[in-house]
């Protein structure tokens, strides 16, 4: 079983701006309507909005809503991974095809209320031939005074290939057959 812990390396490819990626201000295109984190037709989902900032950098925030306790009164730890997964995960878009997450680390620095405005700063640390290296802090207003901060690896895919033998399970099979295998 392949495991790792997060490091990254020192030679790394140059890396562009895809041309079609969002600009500076525009939301990151949404990669499926019912994923957990960003879809708005997900009924549970976190419905996250990721804007691409300037340079290779991501922004997002997020209510902190009563559903998503875990300890009396402050988010559940899992909720903040898969909004940090969420996050850091468009950044591969900004300079090319898609990734999928193979590390995810997150650090949880203060406890995080409910009630509150989480916003989240994700940025490119580099690409090595598939891997590309990111990372996130979350905060409550005062990005100096991080809240949590993460760290992730995403490997680009074919999608098509990627997804074919797990498609037909998806809310959208049908609409996905046809779309990506005509
Ligand atoms: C037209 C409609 C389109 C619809 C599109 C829909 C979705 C689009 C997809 C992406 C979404 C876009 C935005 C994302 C937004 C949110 C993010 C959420 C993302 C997720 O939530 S996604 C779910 C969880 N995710 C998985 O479900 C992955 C399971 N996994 C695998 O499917 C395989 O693992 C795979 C295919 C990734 C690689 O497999 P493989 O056989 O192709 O390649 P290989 O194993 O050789 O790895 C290649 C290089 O990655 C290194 N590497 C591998 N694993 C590593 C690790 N753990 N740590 C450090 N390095 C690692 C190797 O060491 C090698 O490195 P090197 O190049 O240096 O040799």
Do not use: W, Y
């Given at each position: 079983m392949k495991s790792s812990s997060f490091v990254v390396p020192d030679e790394l490819d140059e890396v562009e701006r895809h041309p079609k990626a969002a600009?500076?201000?525009?939301?990151?295109?949404?990669?499926?309507?019912?994923?957990?984190?960003?879809?708005?037709?997900?009924?549970?989902?976190l419905h996250l909005v990721v804007h691409a900032g300037e340079g290779f950098t991501v922004d997002a925030s997020m209510e902190v809503e009563t559903r998503m306790e875990g300890g009396p009164g402050v988010i559940h730890g899992g909720i903040?991974?898969?909004?940090?997964?969420e996050v850091m995960g468009t950044i591969p878009l900004l300079i090319g095809p898609s990734g999928v997450t193979v590390h995810l680390e997150v650090d949880y620095i203060r406890p995080?209320?409910?009630?509150?405005?989480?916003?989240?700063?994700?940025n490119l640390l580099g690409r090595q031939r598939r891997k590309i290296f990111t990372e996130a802090i979350a905060h409550l207003g005062d990005p100096d005074?991080?809240?949590?901060?993460?760290?992730?690896?995403?490997?680009?895919?074919?999608?098509?290939?990627?997804?074919?033998?797990?498609?037909?399970k998806s809310a959208r099979a049908e609409e996905y057959k046809r779309r990506m295998y005509p």
């Open positions: 600009k500076a201000g525009e939301p990151v295109r949404m990669h499926n309507p019912t994923c957990f984190g960003c879809g708005p037709d997900s009924p549970q989902g903040l991974s898969t909004a940090f997964d995080i209320p409910v009630g509150s405005t989480l916003r989240f700063h994700g005074k991080p809240v949590a901060s993460a760290h992730a690896i995403f490997v680009t895919i074919d999608v098509r290939k990627h997804f074919a033998e797990h498609v037909d």
